[in-house]
Structures are given as C-alpha cells and as structure tokens.
C-alpha cells in the first residue's frame, strides 16, 4: 500500500516560512498530478497547489503569490514553499499523489496523506 509522507510543519510567527516535502513510502511505478490541500478546524478541505508531471501549476487565489509548488520528479517528491505565511494558513496540510503502483496495475488512483500541522502565531 502506497502512502504519502508529509514533513515539514511546525509553528511559525505571521510573515515567517516554511517548506513541506511528500514523498510516498513503499514502492511507485508512476505519479501523475501531485498536490498539497489544506483543512482548518471546522472548515472543508481545500485545494492549495496542484502540478503535473510536465510542472504545470495551478493555485487557489488565496496563496499566489505567497506559494510556490515544485516537483522532482527523480525523488517522487513535491515540495510546497510557503512564504509570508498568515495565521490564516493555519491548518493541517494534506498531500495528495494521482499514481499508478505498478505496470500492470489498472490506472492511476489517489493517495492521500496523513497531513502535517502548520500553525501561524505570534
């Protein structure tokens, strides 16, 4: 079983930055799209950055600007850059892998992470 491993949260004072990694443990044939969601308590889960494997990018308008998503597609890893964070940031931040286990598997799933926290305070 494939599973998104996320690193990279912790607490951080407004205007400060952190970085996020997801690499997925256990053995991979492919990944497709990769992205970061985030859920804050007692709201929904939401799209932060997506990328595909040729690094096309996509960000929800909270966060241009203040994000950036990248790849490396040798390490099966995507990272999440996040800049001038604001304690509206607060959240668990999810990572999520359209991949494909196996050659002779069916298609590409979604794997979902455990999340990491990140939380901005002063």
């Known amino acids: 079983q494939v599973q998104p491993v996320e690193s990279g949260g912790g607490l951080v004072q407004p205007g400060g930055s952190l970085r996020l990694s997801c690499a997925p443990s256990g053995s991979i044939f492919s990944i497709n799209a990769m992205g970061w969601y985030r859920q804050a308590p007692g709201k929904q889960r939401e799209l932060v950055a997506s990328?595909?494997?040729?690094?096309?990018?996509n960000y929800a308008d909270s966060v241009k600007g203040r994000f950036t998503i990248s790849r490396d597609n040798a390490k099966n890893t995507v990272y999440l850059q996040m800049n001038s964070l604001k304690p509206e940031d607060t959240a668990v931040y999810f990572c999520?892998?359209?991949?494909?286990?196996?050659?002779?598997?069916?298609?590409?799933?979604?794997?979902w992470g455990q999340g990491t926290q990140v939380t901005v305070s002063s």
């Open positions: 999520k892998l359209l991949a494909k286990v196996s050659a002779s598997g069916l298609g590409y799933y979604d794997y």
């Open positions: 990328i595909t494997r040729g690094g096309s990018t």
